[in-house]
C-alpha cells in the first residue's frame, strides 16, 4: 500500500516559483511506479498537469503548464517533485500526486489508485 504525502504549497506572486515535493512510503522506491501531479480549482474538474513513467520514462506535460513546470523524482528520498516556474494567478489550485504501478504515465486521473491528501498553491498579487 503506498502512502503519498504533498508539501510545498504556498502563497505566491505571480512570475514567481515554487518547488511541489510528493514523499512516498510503503516498502517501494519511487523509481518503481509512475506518477503524476494533478490540479483542482473550485468549481473546475481535476486537471492532470505533469506525469512521469517508472524509472522516470515517459514524460508529458499539459499545455497549460509546458515549458513552465518540471517533474523529476529523487529515487535516494523517495521522492517526486513539481518545479513550477513563472507561475500564473491560474494556477491556482490544489494540487495532489499520484502513484501507479504501471510502468506508463498518464495524465488521466483514472490510471492511478494512489493519492496523496493535496497542497494548496494560491498565485496573487
Known amino acids: 500500500q503506498l502512502q503519498l504525502v504533498e508539501s510545498g504549497g504556498d502563497l505566491v506572486q505571480p512570475g514567481e516559483s515554487l518547488r511541489l515535493s510528493c514523499t512516498t512510503s510503503g516498502g517501494v522506491t519511487v523509481d518503481d511506479y509512475a506518477v503524476a501531479w494533478f490540479r483542482q480549482a473550485p468549481g473546475k474538474e481535476r486537471e492532470g498537469v505533469a506525469c512521469i513513467g517508472s524509472a522516470g520514462g515517459s514524460i508529458y506535460y499539459s499545455g497549460s503548464v509546458k515549458g513552465r513546470f518540471t517533474i523529476s523524482k529523487d529515487n535516494a528520498k523517495n521522492t517526486a517533485y513539481l518545479q513550477m516556474n513563472n507561475l500564473k494567478p491560474e494556477d491556482t489550485a490544489i494540487y495532489y500526486c499520484?502513484?501507479?504501478?504501471?510502468?506508463?504515465?498518464?495524465?488521466?486521473?483514472?490510471?492511478?489508485?494512489?493519492w496523496g491528501q493535496g497542497t494548496q498553491v494560491t498565485v496573487s498579487s
Open positions: 499520484a502513484a501507479s504501478w504501471s510502468d506508463l504515465a498518464s495524465l488521466a486521473p483514472r490510471a492511478y489508485d494512489y
